[in-house]
């Protein structure tokens, strides 16, 4: 008699399942979706205020409200006696800009009192703040009022214009004391605030 018992057979457990990682990107992008329907959306940047043409155009650089500000009967007679005393013909060039460098307020000093000062002939910045200077210094050995005088970065910078202008008025008006000069000298109507110093 065979007593052997039939051995149980054990079924494989079912695999636990995994998710795929497609799954995970497709649960990824609707909550990307989610959240940003949630977002409140740009508007196109032509939307966006803007200033106007008008006030944009209307801005004035610092140069231009500079020359804006320049008494233009000062200027003219600054600008004519300039030219005629170094024999010159009338420059088209803005006065600011035709004495920035240094080199024709030298040559004028020069023309009233010979030899007054030495100056260099360039673009570079240190160079014509080097002859503004020596022609500051110049008038004030002639015996231009230091009060009269006017700092290199009013010409330079073209911060006080009308200053400068004043400075070298003052300069025209006493080169008819200076011996050996003579002339043309400048004689105006125009009162400036150094004559009252």
Request: net charge positive; aromatic share 6%.
């Amino acid at each position: 008699m065979d007593t052997s018992k039939p051995v149980p057979t054990r079924t494989a457990a079912s695999p636990t399942p995994v998710s795929s990682s497609n799954d995970s990107t497709r649960i990824r992008r609707s909550t990307v979706s989610t959240v940003s329907s949630f977002r409140t959306p740009t508007p196109p940047l032509s939307s966006l205020p803007s200033a106007p043409a008008s006030a944009i155009e209307q801005q004035e650089s610092p140069t231009a409200a500079a020359r804006r500000q320049i008494d233009p009967s000062l200027e003219k007679e600054v600008s004519s006696w300039v030219t005629e005393v170094l024999g010159l013909p009338p420059s088209n060039e803005p006065l600011d800009e035709f004495l920035k460098s240094g080199v024709i307020l030298c040559q004028l000093v020069n023309k009233i009192n010979p030899g007054s000062v030495k100056y260099r002939e360039s673009k570079i910045p240190f160079m014509m703040l080097e002859n503004i200077n020596s022609y500051l210094a110049a008038c004030n050995s002639l015996g231009l009022p230091s009060n009269t005088l006017f700092q290199p970065s009013d010409l330079f910078e073209k911060k006080n214009m009308n200053l400068v202008l004043a400075s070298i008025h003052a300069l025209g008006r006493m080169s008819a004391k200076i011996p050996g000069f003579s002339g043309p000298y400048l004689r105006s109507s125009i009162r400036l605030a150094s004559d009252d110093s």
